[in-house]
Nanobody, 127 residues
Framework: QAQLVESGGGLVQAGGSLRLSCAAS????????MGWFRQVPGNERDFVAN????????YYADSVKGRFTISRDDAKNTLYLQMNSLKPEDTAVYYC????????????????????WGQGTQVTVSS
């Protein structure tokens, strides 16, 4: 059974850093594009970052550019999100996602583009 499990969330002071991990099991995700989304109560699940299947291309929401870095280690079947200079506005549940979709016309910015999802990890940034 294919699963994605996020970890690394927690409480951090504004300006601090946090590294999220997404461990995949049940299958290899080396041929899948992967991404991170985040969601706060009452809001839609918003795009944060995406990395293509080879790891050679990355995409970020404007709100996190320059602060967050997405990466993958296919040997470990793991996706990462390094978050620096955290702001209270970054507080959300963060979700890992994977997709067999290779169309980068823009749909990767939206949740339905992804086939697999983790259950999320809470990130809370205090000031």
């Amino acid at each position: 059974q294919a699963q994605l499990v996020e970890s690394g969330g927690g409480l951090v002071q504004a300006g601090g850093s946090l590294r999220l991990s997404c461990a995949a099991s049940g299958r290899t995700f080396s041929n899948y594009a992967m991404g991170w989304f985040r969601q706060v109560p009452g809001n839609e699940r918003d795009f944060v970052a995406n990395i293509n299947w080879s790891g050679g291309r990355t995409y970020y929401a404007d709100s996190v550019k320059g602060r967050f870095t997405i990466s993958r280690d296919d040997a470990k079947n793991t996706l990462y999100l390094q978050m620096n200079s955290l702001k209270p506005e970054d507080t959300a549940v963060y979700y890992c996602a994977a997709s067999t979709n290779g169309d980068y016309s823009g749909s990767y910015l939206h949740a339905p583009w992804y086939n697999y999802w983790g259950q999320g990890t809470q990130v809370t940034v205090s000031s």
